[in-house]
T-cell receptor, first 111, second 109 residues
Framework: GAGVSQSPRYKVAKRGQDVALRCDPI?????LFWYQQALGQGPEFLTY????????KSGLPSDRFFAERPEGSVSTLKIQRTQQEDSAVYLC?????????FGPGTRLTVT | GIQVEQSPPDLILQEGANSTLRCNFS?????LQWFHQNPWGQLINLFY???GTKQNGRLSATTVATERYSLLYISSSQTTDSGVYFC???????????FGSGTKLNVKP
């Protein structure tokens, strides 16, 4: 596609529910990144893939967060047993090696 | 530690005014980008500028890598320039961006 797409755009989850957030990167982009943006702050790194390999997951805040990119294109960020502090915008970005291009984000609200 | 500092945190301009936003970073960078986050949350690429100067219409940017800062210039501001401007840096050997806390710009008609 022309840009990075993410779905859903908005997600409301009850505390304790599991959620899955999808990212479709720009076609051919090898690198894929997930970031978390809390209200009023800059995005913070969560994890990085090169093709299907997850090379860095140092930013994942807990073992409730899990990301995958099994075929080296679409990626899914899964959050298990959601907590209120997980409420944020989750941004996906893709890159060919230099510039990163961001998707519109998924706004997650945990009630 | 790794730091990215942006100033000013907030900026109010009258339409037509010029402004300069600053980004200081704490180490040698492999990549530096400026983004505009619009009111809908979309991060829009403005410049990929690890060093040197670039211009795109009313916007220009300069990065002085040896002195660890970058500047974003907005000339003849318009109301559509409103939003948050982020500087993001990628340090050598780190495949991730570190973002500053942003400059929130409000351009009044």
């Amino acid at each position: 596609g022309a840009g990075v797409s993410q779905s859903p755009r908005y997600k409301v989850a009850k505390r304790g529910q599991d959620v899955a957030l999808r990212c479709d990167p720009i076609s051919g982009h090898v690198s894929l990144f997930w970031y978390q943006q809390a209200l009023g702050q800059g995005p913070e790194f969560l994890t990085y893939f090169q093709n299907e390999a997850q090379l860095d997951k140092s930013g994942l805040p807990s073992d409730r967060f899990f990301a995958e990119r099994p075929e080296g294109s679409v990626s899914t960020l899964k959050i298990q047993r959601t907590q209120q502090e997980d409420s944020a915008v989750y941004l996906c970005a893709s890159s060919l090696g230099t510039e990163q291009y961001f998707g519109p984000g998924t706004r997650l609200t945990v009630t | 530690g790794i730091q990215v500092e942006q100033s000013p945190p907030d900026l109010i301009l009258q339409e037509g005014a010029n402004s300069t936003l600053r980004c200081n970073f704490s180490d040698s960078v492999n990549n530096l980008q400026w983004f505009h986050q619009n009111p809908w949350g979309q991060l829009i690429n403005l410049f990929y500028i690890p060093s040197g100067t670039k211009q795109n219409g009313r916007l220009s940017a300069t990065t002085v890598a040896t002195e660890r800062y970058s500047l974003l210039y907005i000339s003849s501001s318009q109301t559509t320039d409103s939003g948050v401007y982020f500087c993001a840096v990628e340090y050598y050997n780190f495949n991730k961006f570190y973002f500053g806390s942003g400059t929130k710009l409000n351009v009044k008609p």
